[in-house]
């Protein structure tokens, strides 16, 4: 940083003595000029006529539309902590000695070890001649070698169709064949994506359309994942927010959807409704009686379905179980079956594999007008193709092995403990956040996060409001400085006016998520002492 601040003030010096030259000799100042081009940190560059020259791309000049973006999983908090972390490393003194991020679900960041049958089969397909080593079992060689004659030329590096690799897409869809118990997968109607976000982001630029009261608008959950705000306020679409119940589990109350459709028409076209099951950041599992109540409305409605399903594999409450929006469809009739339009997304980031770095995700698009599906291919050959290793991670995931073959215990060993230890880390946090005065959380009952409610005292609030923050950004923020501790305020996700929360995910491994938690009490109860007021802390 000093090196920076020393190049600038010596541009700034010659700048200062161009101008004093110019009038005198202008060989000197062109001399001076050459000097100021070199200078790889200098941010002015002057005109002959001594004027600077105006940057084209400034706050006044960008696109609007990207100022209203906002992704609170990595924002300023995560900046401030990256901060904190690199000072670490420098040697600044903190009442903590490292950083512990909470704040997004990246499982491998957090210590997951990657499940060894994934890597085996992208490590051959990356580089074909171990087809030849015996260190690699058969089962992950076929798949390999299977993949990559679907690739052109054999190869991994080379681009696949636009809508991924037709092999890969075939798995796909028989992969929904045996988890939906049968009902019918068509691999036309499946597209690979980079990562679900790619897909969910192709699909509601499809959707978006009209000016005024005519502008399609998105219902989305709140709590909700922001990469769906930031991906409404980009295409300038209208966001329609109905509200989780809280006091239910998270649950998604059929009349509460109404109320927020009925109060959207008067200033939109509502046009899609978004669900993500299990939950982020909530961690609820809807109910089979849900999801069919959701898909009668969008069916009455004429509404299209977008149902995130990439926390499938994360249900950790054993009375509960994932059941798809397609299958459900299929069960409620043709009616219905063939004439809903529903998107499912799934992906290689969650689950059990924790693939965030590989990109692979898929989303299955039914009941699409057939002109509109080539609007759909166009739309994705922009960007060529998803990244071809992701496909092929996401083949593994489709595709694992089967019970007869040489890999299979190996892999159900691995993908159970990983699952397994979910499943007691999301029981323990629940358990340990309830004990704490002034927080309420509800179970886990999937996905990767808590989404606890904190209650804080009205000077804390007031303060918040004269620092110009939320309240409960203001909490995380003294949380991260005291503690060293990373989460995400629950203002980031929406959340009903007048109740503050903060996400965390349930990653970190046993024993530093058993001190995050320690170490979060002891915040919250001299939180509460610091701010104290007469008021019982609510639960």
Same mark, same amino acid.
């Given at each position: 940083?000093?090196?920076?601040?020393?190049?600038?003030?010596?541009?700034?010096?010659?700048?200062?003595?161009?101008?004093?030259?110019?009038?005198?000799?202008?060989?000197?100042?062109?001399?001076?000029?050459?000097?100021?081009?070199?200078?790889?940190?200098?941010?002015?560059?002057?005109? %002959?006529?001594?004027?600077?020259?105006?940057?084209?791309?400034?706050?006044?000049?960008?696109?609007?539309?990207?100022?209203?973006?906002?992704?609170?999983?990595?924002?300023?908090?995560?900046?401030?902590?990256?901060?904190?972390?690199?000072?670490?490393?420098?040697?600044?003194?903190?009442?903590?000695?490292?950083?512990?991020?909470?704040?997004?679900?990246?499982?491998?960041?957090?210590?997951?070890?990657?499940?060894?049958?994934?890597?085996?089969?992208?490590?051959? @397909?990356?580089?074909? %001649?171990?087809?030849?080593?015996?260190?690699?079992?058969?089962?992950?060689?076929?798949?390999?070698?299977?993949?990559?004659?679907?690739?052109?030329?054999?190869?991994?590096?080379?681009?696949?169709?636009?809508?991924?690799?037709? @092999?890969?897409?075939?798995?796909?869809?028989?992969?929904?064949?045996?988890?939906?118990?049968?009902?019918?997968?068509?691999?036309?109607?499946?597209?690979?994506?980079?990562?679900?976000?790619?897909?969910?982001?192709?699909?509601?630029?499809?959707?978006?359309?009209?000016?005024?009261?005519?502008?399609?608008?998105?219902?989305?959950?709140?709590?909700?994942?922001?990469?769906?705000?930031?991906?409404?306020?980009?295409?300038?679409?209208?966001?329609?927010?109905?509200?989780?119940?809280?006091?239910?589990?998270?649950?998604?109350?059929?009349?509460?959807?109404?109320?927020? *459709?009925?109060?959207?028409?008067?200033? @939109?076209?509502?046009?899609?409704?978004?669900?993500?099951? /299990?939950?982020?950041?909530?961690?609820?599992?809807?109910?089979?009686? @849900?999801?069919?109540?959701?898909?009668?409305?969008?069916?009455?409605?004429?509404?299209?379905?977008?149902?995130?399903?990439?926390?499938?594999?994360?249900?950790?409450?054993?009375?509960?179980?994932?059941?798809?929006?397609?299958?459900?469809?299929?069960?409620?009739?043709?009616?219905?079956?063939?004439?809903?339009?529903?998107?499912?997304?799934?992906?290689?980031?969650?689950?059990?594999?924790?693939?965030?770095?590989?990109?692979?995700?898929?989303?299955?698009?039914?009941?699409?007008?057939? %002109?509109?599906?080539?609007?759909?291919?166009?739309?994705?050959?922009?960007?060529?193709?998803?990244?071809?290793?992701?496909?092929?991670?996401?083949?593994?995931?489709?595709?694992?092995?089967?019970?007869?073959?040489?890999?299979?215990?190996?892999?159900?060993?691995?993908?159970?403990?990983?699952?397994?230890?979910?499943? %007691?880390?999301?029981?323990?946090?629940?358990?340990?956040?309830?004990?704490?005065?002034?927080?309420?959380?509800?179970?886990?009952?999937?996905?990767? *996060?808590?989404? /606890?409610?904190?209650?804080?005292?009205?000077?804390?609030?007031?303060?918040?409001?004269?620092?110009?923050?939320?309240?409960?950004?203001?909490?995380?923020?003294?949380?991260?400085?005291?503690?060293?501790?990373?989460?995400?305020?629950?203002?980031?996700?929406?959340?009903?006016?007048?109740? *503050?929360?903060?996400?965390?995910?349930?990653?970190?491994?046993?024993?530093?998520?058993?001190?995050?938690?320690?170490?979060?009490?002891?915040?919250?109860?001299?939180?509460?002492?610091?701010?104290?007021?007469?008021?019982?802390?609510?639960?």
């Amino acid at each position: 940083m000093r090196g920076k601040i020393h190049v600038r003030r010596t541009a700034f010096v010659f700048a200062r003595m161009s101008r004093v030259l110019l009038i005198n000799n202008l060989t000197i100042t062109k001399q001076i000029n050459s000097i100021l081009f070199s200078t790889a940190e200098a941010t002015v560059i002057l005109r %002959e006529n001594g004027k600077m020259r105006e940057k084209t791309l400034t706050m006044d000049t960008l696109n609007p539309q990207v100022k209203a973006v906002e992704y609170a999983v990595r924002g300023p908090i995560v900046t401030k902590a990256g901060d904190i972390e690199r000072g670490l490393q420098q040697g600044q003194k903190h009442p903590f000695t490292e950083v512990i991020k909470a704040n997004i679900g990246d499982s491998h960041a957090m210590g997951q070890k990657p499940i060894t049958f994934l890597r085996q089969v992208v490590a051959l @397909c990356s580089f074909p %001649e171990l087809l030849n080593s015996p260190s690699f079992p058969e089962d992950a060689k076929q798949r390999a070698r299977r993949i990559l004659q679907g690739c052109g030329g054999q190869s991994l590096g080379s681009y696949s169709a636009s809508q991924g690799v037709d @092999c890969i897409r075939q798995d796909v869809a028989v992969y929904i064949e045996q988890r939906d118990k049968g009902v019918p997968a068509d691999w036309d109607n499946i597209y690979l994506t980079t990562g679900a976000s790619d897909g969910i982001v192709s699909i509601l630029k499809m959707l978006v359309s009209g000016q005024g009261r005519s502008r399609s608008g998105v219902m989305i959950p709140i709590p909700q994942y922001p990469l769906y705000s930031a991906a409404i306020s980009e295409l300038e679409a209208v966001q329609i927010n109905y509200y989780l119940d809280e006091d239910n589990c998270w649950a998604l109350d059929i009349n509460e959807l109404h109320r927020a *459709y009925q109060a959207a028409k008067e200033h @939109c076209h509502p046009r899609v409704i978004c669900i993500i099951n /299990p939950g982020n950041p909530t961690g609820q599992v809807q109910s089979r009686k @849900c999801i069919e109540e959701v898909l009668h409305f969008a069916y009455e409605e004429n509404l299209f379905v977008m149902s995130d399903e990439v926390y499938q594999d994360n249900v950790y409450s054993p009375d509960l179980q994932f059941h798809s929006f397609k299958k459900v469809l299929y069960e409620m009739g043709p009616e219905y079956f063939n004439t809903v339009e529903l998107a499912s997304f799934h992906s290689t980031s969650k689950g059990y594999s924790g693939e965030c770095g590989f990109r692979g995700g898929y989303m299955e698009v039914l009941n699409l007008d057939l %002109e509109v599906k080539a609007q759909l291919v166009k739309l994705l050959s922009v960007r060529l193709c998803p990244p071809v290793s992701g496909q092929a991670a996401m083949d593994v995931i489709v595709n694992p092995p089967l019970p007869h073959e040489p890999s299979y215990l190996q892999f159900h060993k691995e993908k159970s403990a990983v699952l397994g230890a979910l499943a %007691e880390k999301a029981q323990m946090t629940e358990q340990t956040l309830n004990t704490v005065p002034g927080i309420k959380c509800n179970p886990v009952q999937g996905a990767m *996060y808590a989404f /606890p409610r904190i209650f804080i005292p009205p000077r804390a609030v007031e303060e918040a409001k004269s620092l110009g923050m939320s309240p409960d950004m203001m909490y995380c923020l003294r949380l991260l400085e005291e503690t060293g501790i990373c989460l995400v305020p629950g203002s980031g996700f929406g959340q009903r006016e007048g109740t *503050y929360h903060f996400r965390m995910t349930i990653l970190p491994t046993t024993e530093k998520l058993k001190v995050l938690l320690e170490k979060l009490r002891d915040f919250h109860i001299k939180f509460l002492k610091e701010y104290a007021s007469l008021e019982e802390p609510k639960r």
